[in-house]
């Protein structure tokens, strides 16, 4: 009679347990697809694999009306300052998922190009960025150039070019050994006039 109750109790146990993570389950999966899609703006390739993509993405076709000025080898990047405020204003401390984590980097990155602006414009109309871009700053540009919110100019050049190409290049050698780049150049040129780190492993 004790084993026969026993046995009830951990059954008893055991449907309440695969209860519990049924509901838990079900409670996770509209979080997690408002993650993947809040912490993915741009469709990037794959990470940490062999990869070799060119994509071409349409720019904006004139300057935004309050813009922020780049320059980076000969080509003048032009983001909106009004778009950026708005990612530096957004500041979800503490962050509670992943979505607000990448938020408050954007953020972050953002108000740090906002700093590095002049508060003069310059002859284009738009604040310049000046002194070398760090990896954080960069990584904003790249963004925008990948989601088409920047206009972008050659030099001498008043009308923005149609659209840059961008190469997602990575290879993997090993477990432990691979490296991937981002590189973005205006079509027809040789030279990328952006390049980031992508993965490393």
Excluded at 11 to 33: D, G, I
Excluded at 59 to 78: A, E, M, N, Y
Excluded at 131 to 142: H, Y
Excluded at 175 to 196: A, T
Aim: a positive charge.
């Amino acid at each position: 009679m004790h084993n026969l109750t026993a046995m009830r109790s951990t059954y008893k146990n055991k449907v309440s347990f695969e209860s519990l993570c049924r509901r838990t389950l079900f409670a996770m999966v509209p979080m997690l697809a408002s993650t993947l899609i809040l912490a993915v703006p741009v469709n990037r390739p794959a990470s940490g694999i062999d990869v070799d993509e060119i994509r071409t993405v349409v720019q904006r076709p004139k300057p935004p009306t309050d813009c922020l000025s780049i320059t980076l080898s000969g080509v003048t990047v032009l983001l909106d300052r009004q778009e950026l405020a708005r990612k530096a204003a957004f500041q979800p401390f503490p962050w509670t998922t992943e979505a607000e984590r990448l938020a408050l980097i954007e953020s972050r990155r953002a108000s740090a190009l906002l700093s590095a602006a002049a508060t003069v414009k310059g002859e284009n109309g738009c604040r310049q960025v000046n002194g070398v871009l760090d990896g954080e700053a960069t990584a904003m540009v790249l963004v925008a150039l990948e989601s088409g919110s920047s206009a972008v100019l050659l030099d001498g050049s008043k009308a923005p070019v149609t659209a840059v190409t961008i190469r997602y290049l990575g290879t993997r050698c090993g477990p432990l050994c691979g490296r991937g780049h981002i590189m973005v150049y205006v079509p027809g040129q040789s030279r990328p006039f952006l390049v980031q780190d992508w993965w490393v492993s």
